[in-house]
C-alpha cells in the first residue's frame, strides 16, 4: 500500500533514466543495469547494516548517544546506507509506518534513489534484550521460540510466522533477523529463549515452519520478510555455557563429536528456501575449521556453507565484528575473537574473503572503499556481494513501492485477531510439569476450582481477582500461585546484564519462601524458564510447578482453573544438579545424567 503524502522514487530527477525500474525486465537484468550506474562509495554502502532510532512519533532521529549512533540523515546521506536493525519500542504501529515511510522519502532523494531495507530482532514475544530481541510493543504477544518448540506444532508456528509477516510488513520492516534454529545443548547458555530447543529433529522442523510463514511459502516477493537463519554452524556448543558476546565466551567446543548434528536445522531452513544466513561471533576448537570467529571463518563460510550446501543467499555477520563500541557508558571491544592482532581494514578483508556479504552492526563503508581503492579488495567481489543484497531489495517490491499505509498499520498490527491468536499460543505453550495433592487432599492441586481464595506473587491483583478472592496472606488463602525467574548470575550493569549465564540453582532464600508458602496453603510455582533451571528444590517444596517462555497471567491463570488445556511439552531436558551440568559435554544434546524431567515431558490436566 501507498501512503499518498510520501513521494514515490520514481518521481525523483532523473527517474525516466532509470532503466533498472523497468519491472518487464527479468530481476537479475535490471540488478546487472542498476550496478553498472553505482559508484564504489553506493556500492560499499550496500555492506553495512547496523541499529537505527526513530523518532518518538515518527519522525526522523537524531543522532542516539546511549548507543553511539549517527542521526538517521547521516547514515543514508553522507554513509550512503540503506540496510538497517530497527532499534527500540514504538508507541503505535502508525509512528513506525511513518519514521519508515519518512526514511524511504529520505532514500528517495539521493542519486540513484535506492530503498532502505529495515530489519529486526524478535519483537512478538515478552523478552527485552537489546542484544537478541524486543519487546512486543504494538505488536501481537506470542511465547518466545522455547515456547513455540513447548507447543510441538508445526501449524502453529507457521501460522505465527505468518501473523508476524503481515505484521512487519504492515509497518515496512522486510528482513526478519531470525530464526534462531541453535540447538539448547548446553544448560547454561544464555541464548536459549530465541532457539526450538534441544532436539534437532524438532528445530528442524520447527524452524522451518517459522520460515515457511514469514517468507509466505513458495510466493516470496513482495508481501514477504525474508529471514536470516542463525547462528551457523550452531551456536550452542558454548565453552562453559559463556555467550561469545562477550570475550570469555568466545569458544564453541565440540567434545561429544556432534558439529555435524548442529548442522541439521539449518539443512532443513535450506530446504524450506532461507533467503539469508547470520554466523555467531564463536569460534570452533579442536575442530577441522579455523580457530577463528565464524564470521571471519572461509572453511566454514565458503567451504562448508557456499561450496557443500551451494547456499547462494545473502551472508550478514553478527553485530560488532570490526570496530570496537561504546555500549550504554561501557566500552564494548569488537567481537573480533581468534584475529583480535588484526587491525579493522584486516579484519574487513577477512570477512569479505571468508565469503560474507554484509557487515552486521558496522557503519564504516570509508574503510571498505579505501580497500578497493588500495587494491586490497577487488571490485568484482564487492559486485558478487552487491548483486545478492541488490537482489533482495528488488524481489521485496521495494523499488516499486518502498512506502506502507500508516492507517492501515494501525489496523492490521495488534489487531484483535492476531492478538487472540497470540493468547492462544501462550496457553498452548504452559507446560505442567508437577502436579501432587496436598497433604490430606483427595487429589492433586491442579487445576484449582475458579472462585477460589488466592494469594499471587508476581501477578496483577486486578487480573488474579477475575479467577478467584485475592487474599493479602498464604493463610487466609486456598491456593497460592508464584511467578518465578529461572536463576541466574548477575554480570555487571551494562550490555552484560541482559544475558542470563552462570549457575541455575535457585537461591537459597527463594528456596526456603517458596517452602514457607507451601507450609501454609497449596501452592504453585510458575517458572519462566528462559533456561533449564535445577528445579528439584522447587518440585519439592510447591505442590504443582509450570514451566513458561512468555505468558500473561490471564494466560497461566487460565491453564491453572482448567478453562484452558494445559497442552505444553518440555523442549529440552531439566538437569537434576549442577554437577550434572558442569559434567555434561556442552555439544551433546541430552546428555546431563539423570535427568529430572526429560524432553517432551508435560502433564495434562
Same mark, same amino acid.
Given at each position: 500500500?501507498?501512503?499518498?503524502?510520501?513521494?514515490?522514487?520514481?518521481?525523483?530527477?532523473?527517474?525516466?533514466?532509470?532503466?533498472?525500474?523497468?519491472?518487464?525486465?527479468?530481476?537479475?537484468?535490471?540488478?546487472?543495469?542498476?550496478?553498472?550506474?553505482?559508484?564504489?562509495?553506493?556500492?560499499?554502502?550496500?555492506?553495512?547494516?547496523?541499529?537505527?532510532?526513530?523518532?518518538?512519533?515518527?519522525?526522523?532521529?537524531?543522532?542516539?548517544?546511549?548507543?553511539?549512533?549517527?542521526? @538517521?540523515?547521516?547514515?543514508?546521506?553522507?554513509?550512503?546506507? @540503506?540496510?538497517?536493525?530497527?532499534?527500540?519500542?514504538?508507541?503505535?504501529?502508525?509512528?513506525?509506518?511513518?519514521?519508515?515511510?519518512?526514511?524511504?522519502?529520505?532514500?528517495?532523494?539521493?542519486?540513484?534513489?535506492?530503498?532502505?531495507?529495515? /530489519?529486526?530482532?524478535?519483537?512478538?514475544?515478552?523478552?527485552? @534484550?537489546?542484544?537478541?530481541?524486543?519487546?512486543?510493543?504494538?505488536?501481537?504477544?506470542?511465547?518466545?521460540?522455547?515456547?513455540?518448540?513447548?507447543?510441538?506444532?508445526?501449524?502453529?508456528?507457521?501460522?505465527?510466522?505468518?501473523?508476524?509477516?503481515?505484521?512487519?510488513?504492515? &509497518?515496512?520492516?522486510?528482513?526478519?533477523?531470525?530464526?534462531?534454529?541453535?540447538?539448547?545443548?548446553?544448560?547454561?547458555?544464555?541464548?536459549?529463549?530465541?532457539?526450538?530447543?534441544?532436539?534437532?529433529?524438532?528445530?528442524?522442523?520447527?524452524?522451518?515452519?517459522?520460515?515457511?510463514?514469514?517468507?509466505?511459502?513458495?510466493?516470496?516477493?513482495?508481501?514477504?520478510?525474508?529471514?536470516?537463519?542463525?547462528?551457523?554452524?550452531?551456536?550452542?556448543?558454548?565453552?562453559?555455557?559463556?555467550?561469545?558476546?562477550?570475550?570469555?565466551?568466545?569458544?564453541q567446543v565440540y567434545p561429544g563429536g556432534k558439529f555435524e548434528l548442529h548442522l541439521k536445522p539449518f539443512e532443513d531452513a535450506f530446504a524450506a528456501g532461507v533467503?539469508?544466513?547470520?554466523?555467531?561471533?564463536?569460534?570452533?576448537?579442536?575442530?577441522?575449521?579455523?580457530?577463528?570467529?565464524?564470521?571471519?571463518?572461509?572453511?566454514?563460510?565458503?567451504?562448508?556453507?557456499?561450496?557443500?550446501?551451494?547456499?547462494?543467499?545473502?551472508?550478514?555477520?553478527?553485530?560488532?565484528? &570490526?570496530?570496537?563500541?561504546?555500549?550504554?557508558?561501557?566500552?564494548?571491544?569488537?567481537? $573480533?575473537?581468534?584475529?583480535?592482532?588484526?587491525?579493522?581494514?584486516?579484519?574487513?578483508?577477512?570477512?569479505?574473503?571468508?565469503?560474507?556479504?554484509?557487515?552486521?552492526?558496522?557503519?564504516?563503508?570509508?574503510?571498505?572503499?579505501?580497500?578497493?581503492?588500495?587494491g586490497r579488495i577487488a571490485e568484482d567481489r564487492l559486485d558478487a556481494s552487491a548483486r545478492r543484497l541488490l537482489r533482495e531489495k528488488f524481489l521485496l517490491g521495494?523499488?516499486?513501492?518502498?512506502?506502507?499505509?500508516?492507517?492501515? $498499520?494501525?489496523?492490521?498490527?495488534?489487531?484483535?485477531?492476531?492478538?487472540?491468536?497470540?493468547?492462544?499460543?501462550?496457553?498452548?505453550?504452559?507446560?505442567?510439569?508437577? @502436579?501432587?495433592?496436598?497433604?490430606?487432599?483427595?487429589?492433586?492441586?491442579?487445576?484449582?476450582?475458579?472462585?477460589?481464595?488466592?494469594?499471587?506473587?508476581?501477578?496483577?491483583?486486578?487480573?488474579?481477582?477475575?479467577?478467584?478472592?485475592?487474599?493479602?496472606?498464604?493463610?487466609?488463602?486456598?491456593?497460592?500461585?508464584?511467578?518465578?525467574?529461572?536463576?541466574?548470575?548477575?554480570?555487571?550493569?551494562?550490555?552484560?546484564?541482559?544475558?542470563?549465564?552462570? /549457575?541455575?540453582?535457585?537461591?537459597?532464600?527463594?528456596?526456603?519462601?517458596?517452602?514457607?508458602?507451601?507450609?501454609?496453603?497449596?501452592?504453585?510455582?510458575?517458572?519462566?524458564?528462559?533456561?533449564?533451571?535445577?528445579?528439584?528444590?522447587? &518440585?519439592?517444596?510447591?505442590?504443582?510447578?509450570?514451566?513458561?517462555?512468555?505468558?500473561?497471567?490471564?494466560?497461566?491463570?487460565? &491453564?491453572?482453573?482448567?478453562?484452558?488445556?494445559?497442552?505444553?511439552?518440555?523442549?529440552?531436558?531439566?538437569?537434576?544438579?549442577?554437577?550434572?551440568?558442569?559434567?555434561?559435554?556442552?555439544?551433546?544434546?541430552?546428555?546431563?545424567?539423570?535427568?529430572?524431567?526429560?524432553?517432551?515431558?508435560?502433564?495434562?490436566?
Amino acid at each position: 500500500m501507498t501512503d499518498t503524502t510520501t513521494t514515490d522514487p520514481t518521481a525523483a530527477p532523473g527517474a525516466e533514466e532509470r532503466p533498472w525500474l523497468d519491472t518487464s525486465l527479468p530481476v537479475d537484468e535490471r540488478v546487472e543495469l542498476l550496478l553498472a550506474e553505482m559508484t564504489l562509495d553506493e556500492k560499499a554502502g550496500l555492506f553495512f547494516q547496523t541499529m537505527i532510532t526513530m523518532g518518538p512519533d515518527g519522525e526522523l532521529a537524531d543522532a542516539d548517544p546511549v548507543f553511539g549512533l549517527p542521526s @538517521n540523515r547521516e547514515y543514508v546521506l553522507e554513509r550512503r546506507m @540503506n540496510h538497517f536493525n530497527l532499534l527500540g519500542v514504538a508507541p503505535t504501529a502508525g509512528a513506525i509506518a511513518r519514521w519508515h515511510n519518512a526514511l524511504q522519502e529520505l532514500a528517495a532523494s539521493t542519486r540513484l534513489g535506492l530503498p532502505v531495507t529495515i /530489519s529486526t530482532d524478535p519483537r512478538h514475544s515478552f523478552t527485552d @534484550n537489546p542484544g537478541a530481541a524486543m519487546l512486543s510493543g504494538p505488536f501481537s504477544q506470542w511465547p518466545d521460540t522455547l515456547g513455540l518448540a513447548a507447543t510441538r506444532d508445526a501449524e502453529l508456528v507457521e501460522r505465527f510466522g505468518d501473523v508476524a509477516r503481515q505484521e512487519y510488513t504492515a &509497518v515496512g520492516i522486510r528482513v526478519a533477523l531470525h530464526p534462531q534454529v541453535d540447538l539448547a545443548t548446553e544448560p547454561r547458555w544464555s541464548r536459549q529463549l530465541q532457539t526450538f530447543g534441544e532436539d534437532a529433529e524438532v528445530s528442524g522442523e520447527l524452524g522451518a515452519a517459522y520460515i515457511r510463514g514469514f517468507q509466505n511459502g513458495a510466493a516470496f516477493g513482495p508481501g514477504a520478510v525474508s529471514t536470516m537463519v542463525k547462528h551457523f554452524p550452531g551456536g550452542g556448543p558454548q565453552q562453559d555455557g559463556e555467550d561469545p558476546h562477550f570475550e570469555y565466551g568466545r569458544e564453541q567446543v565440540y567434545p561429544g563429536g556432534k558439529f555435524e548434528l548442529h548442522l541439521k536445522p539449518f539443512e532443513d531452513a535450506f530446504a524450506a528456501g532461507v533467503r539469508q544466513v547470520m554466523p555467531y561471533y564463536g569460534m570452533p576448537v579442536g575442530t577441522e575449521y579455523e580457530e577463528v570467529g565464524f564470521g571471519f571463518n572461509k572453511s566454514v563460510l565458503t567451504g562448508l556453507l557456499r561450496e557443500r550446501y551451494g547456499f547462494d543467499g545473502v551472508v550478514c555477520t553478527d553485530w560488532g565484528l &570490526v570496530t570496537d563500541a561504546e555500549i550504554m557508558g561501557q566500552p564494548f571491544p569488537a567481537r $573480533a575473537w581468534g584475529v583480535e592482532h588484526l587491525t579493522r581494514e584486516e579484519r574487513m578483508v577477512k570477512i569479505i574473503d571468508a565469503g560474507a556479504d554484509q557487515f552486521g552492526g558496522e557503519a564504516c563503508p570509508e574503510l571498505l572503499v579505501a580497500l578497493v581503492e588500495d587494491g586490497r579488495i577487488a571490485e568484482d567481489r564487492l559486485d558478487a556481494s552487491a548483486r545478492r543484497l541488490l537482489r533482495e531489495k528488488f524481489l521485496l517490491g521495494l523499488f516499486e513501492d518502498p512506502y506502507v499505509d500508516a492507517e492501515a $498499520a494501525d489496523r492490521i498490527v495488534g489487531s484483535a485477531e492476531f492478538r487472540a491468536a497470540g493468547d492462544a499460543a501462550q496457553r498452548a505453550a504452559l507446560t505442567i510439569l508437577a @502436579n501432587r495433592a496436598p497433604r490430606q487432599a483427595q487429589g492433586p492441586v491442579l487445576p484449582f476450582a475458579a472462585g477460589a481464595k488466592v494469594y499471587v506473587e508476581g501477578i496483577d491483583a486486578e487480573t488474579a481477582a477475575a479467577y478467584g478472592t485475592v487474599v493479602a496472606t498464604p493463610a487466609e488463602a486456598d491456593v497460592a500461585v508464584l511467578r518465578l525467574q529461572a536463576p541466574y548470575e548477575h554480570r555487571g550493569n551494562g550490555f552484560e546484564a541482559f544475558f542470563h549465564a552462570g /549457575s541455575l540453582d535457585f537461591p537459597e532464600d527463594v528456596v526456603a519462601h517458596v517452602a514457607e508458602v507451601a507450609a501454609a496453603v497449596p501452592t504453585v510455582v510458575d517458572v519462566f524458564l528462559d533456561r533449564p533451571a535445577i528445579l528439584g528444590p522447587i &518440585v519439592e517444596a510447591a505442590h504443582a510447578v509450570v514451566a513458561n517462555w512468555g505468558a500473561s497471567s490471564a494466560a497461566l491463570l487460565d &491453564v491453572l482453573t482448567g478453562a484452558a488445556e494445559a497442552k505444553g511439552r518440555l523442549p529440552f531436558d531439566i538437569p537434576r544438579s549442577m554437577a550434572a551440568v558442569e559434567a555434561s559435554r556442552p555439544d551433546v544434546p541430552f546428555d546431563t545424567e539423570d535427568p529430572l524431567f526429560r524432553f517432551g515431558h508435560g502433564l495434562s490436566l
